[in-house]
Every structure is written in C-alpha cells, then in structure tokens.
C-alpha cells in the first residue's frame, strides 16, 4: 500500500481556523486571584459550527472574550488564520447576549456599525448589509428602530451586525438566552439557514442542550471552574435540521447523553 503525501495546498487548506493553545485565565478580582480557565486548547476547522456548553462560572464568556482580541491570556497563545489575536481584529464577528442595538440609529444603521468602525467602504457594506436584511427576513424593517421590533427581531439584527463585515469566525455568547423558548426553537432554525448561506465558522455559547445538538457540528464540554476541556462530542445528523430532527431518536440520544455528562460536572462553589 503506497504512503498518500499531501500538496502544500491541500495542507493549507486543511489547517484550522482557529487553534487555541494552553490557555489559562487569572483575573485579579477585588477578591483576590480567580483562575477562570486553565490549560485549554481548542481547534476550529473551516465553516465548522462548534458549540461550548458547560456550567455557570465555567469561563465561556472569557473564552469569547479572548477570542474576539477583548482579553489577552494569562498563559498559552490563539491564532486566527495563524496569526496570533492580541486585539479585536475585522476577521472575527461577536454577537452578544442582549442585542445592543443603538435605539436611535435605523436597523440599518446599526448593522452597518461594525462596517463604519472597519473604515469599509460604505456604499460596498449597504449592498451587503440589504442582502443580510433580507437573509434574516427583516428587509422591510430597514428604516425602523429597534423598540419597534420584538426581541427575536432585534437579535436577528445583532446576528446582521455580527456578519455585516464579512468576518472569518462569529462568535455568539448565548445570543438567544433572552428569548422565549418558542423564540429560541426559530431562532435555531433561522440561525442555521444563515450560517449554511453565510458559510462562517461559528463559535456558539448556550446554556441549552438541545440548541447546541441542534446547531453544531461539535460540541466542546467545559468543566467547572477553572474551566477546561471535559470532552468533546461530533453531531452527526443531516442538514438542514428542521423542527422534525428534535423529535429523532439520535437527536434524543446526544441531548440524553450530554445531559447525564453536564450533571456530573455541575458543582456550585
Ligand atoms: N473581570 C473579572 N474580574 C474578576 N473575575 C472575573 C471577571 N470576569 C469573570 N470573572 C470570573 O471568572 C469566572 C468565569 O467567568 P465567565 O463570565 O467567563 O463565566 P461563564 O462560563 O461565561 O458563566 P455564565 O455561564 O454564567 O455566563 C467566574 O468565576 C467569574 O466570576
Ligand atoms: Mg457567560
């Protein structure tokens, strides 16, 4: 049997996205020191969806943070297309708990923040910020101010925001944690229609199981704090996942087993 060598282009094209390596977090808090991660590396492959789920306190948020150049690590390092991210950088888009629209700019104003911050050409970004209207429903509402949407309405937008500058990876820290459930579940839906056209690599933070079993093509499990990798599980169900997938039995069974694993790992301090 021969040895299959790769071109240099086929390993390029196989490199991660996004590698962490080693990283640990200590904040000095009024307290005193709180080590919040400690030793975790993660990879992100190209267009892939990964979810992080683990318990209260855990160091979701500061994963996020670190990745979005937000907070630099007390220990270990993270490229992004192997470049190390020491600020926030035009590659990586967030989306946020509460979508933090300005109330007084239109919906298109606001997605257009991130673009006008970039100094990207405005007339390029409206093209592009009508498209993404359109991709999340909202084209009608481009000229409305976010008290006159509902708050589903209003996270789509923050969803618009987060993808208005053509970003490598999003990152979302429970951006459907406000919502109603009956919300969240179409919020999934819409969530996956736009990251399939959209084609990004996402990073996704929730509380809820069935929501990452639902989005992900991985999901990563932390541990309580200090924070670090417990396991990892691969989805493997069809897309597009559609309200129907909740009701498979092998979507049962990944919420079912990851449900007894996140048991083990809650403990409160
Ligand atoms: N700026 C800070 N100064 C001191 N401690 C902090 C700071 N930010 C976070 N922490 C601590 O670090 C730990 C991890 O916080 P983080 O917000 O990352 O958790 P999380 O996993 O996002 O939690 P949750 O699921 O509740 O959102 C917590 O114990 C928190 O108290
Ligand atoms: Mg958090």
Same mark, same amino acid.
């Given at each position: ?13 196989t490199?991660?996205?996004l ?5 640990s ?6 307290r005193g020191a709180v080590t ?6 993660l ?6 969806f ?8 855990c ?15 007390s220990?270990?390092?993270?490229r992004?297309k192997?470049t ?6 035009g590659?990586?888009g967030i989306?946020?708990?509460q979508a933090?629209?300005? $109330?007084?700019?239109s +919906?298109? %104003?606001?997605?257009l923040v991130?673009a !006008?911050?970039l100094?990207?050409?405005i007339?390029?970004?409206?093209k ?5 209207l ?6 009608k509402f ?10 589903g ?9 987060g993808l208005?500058?053509d970003?490598d990876l ?7 944690s406000?919502?109603d459930?009956m ?10 229609r736009i990251?399939m ?6 990073l996704?933070i ?5 929501e990452?079993v ?6 990563v499990?932390?541990?309580?704090? $200090?924070?670090?990798? +417990?396991? %990892?599980i691969?989805?493997d169900?069809? !897309?597009p ?5 909740l009701g498979?039995?092998?979507f049962?069974?990944?919420?079912s087993e990851?449900?007894t ?7 409160f301090?």
């Amino acid at each position: 049997m021969g040895v299959k060598t790769s071109s240099s282009s086929e390993m390029a094209s196989t490199l991660p996205l996004l590698v962490a390596e080693n990283l640990s977090v200590t904040y000095q808090g009024s307290r005193g020191a709180v080590t919040a991660i400690s030793d975790l590396s993660l990879e992100i492959q190209e267009g892939e969806f990964v979810s992080v789920i683990g318990p209260s306190g855990c160091g979701k948020s500061t994963l996020i943070k670190i990745f979005s150049g937000l907070l630099q690590p007390s220990k270990g390092q993270v490229r992004l297309k192997g470049t190390p991210i020491d600020k926030p950088r035009g590659d990586v888009g967030i989306v946020f708990q509460q979508a933090t629209l300005l $109330p007084w700019k239109s +919906v298109l %104003e606001n997605v257009l923040v991130p673009a !006008r911050a970039l100094n990207q050409d405005i007339s390029v970004a409206e093209k592009k910020a009508s498209e993404l209207l359109r991709l999340i429903g909202l084209e009608k509402f481009s000229q409305h101010y976010p008290s006159e949407l509902s708050g589903g309405m209003q996270q789509r937008v923050g969803i618009a925001r987060g993808l208005i500058h053509d970003p490598d990876l999003l990152l979302m820290d429970e951006p459907f944690s406000a919502l109603d459930t009956m919300t969240r579940d179409h919020m999934s839906i819409e969530l996956q229609r736009i990251w399939m056209a959209a084609r990004k690599s996402a990073l996704f933070i929730t509380h809820s199981i069935p929501e990452a079993v639902f989005l992900s093509d991985r999901i990563v499990v932390m541990s309580a704090r $200090p924070g670090s990798i +417990v396991t %990892e599980i691969t989805i493997d169900l069809p !897309r597009p996942r559609t309200l129907e997938t909740l009701g498979d039995p092998q979507f049962i069974l990944y919420c079912s087993e990851l449900r007894t694993l996140f048991e083990k790992l809650v403990s409160f301090d």
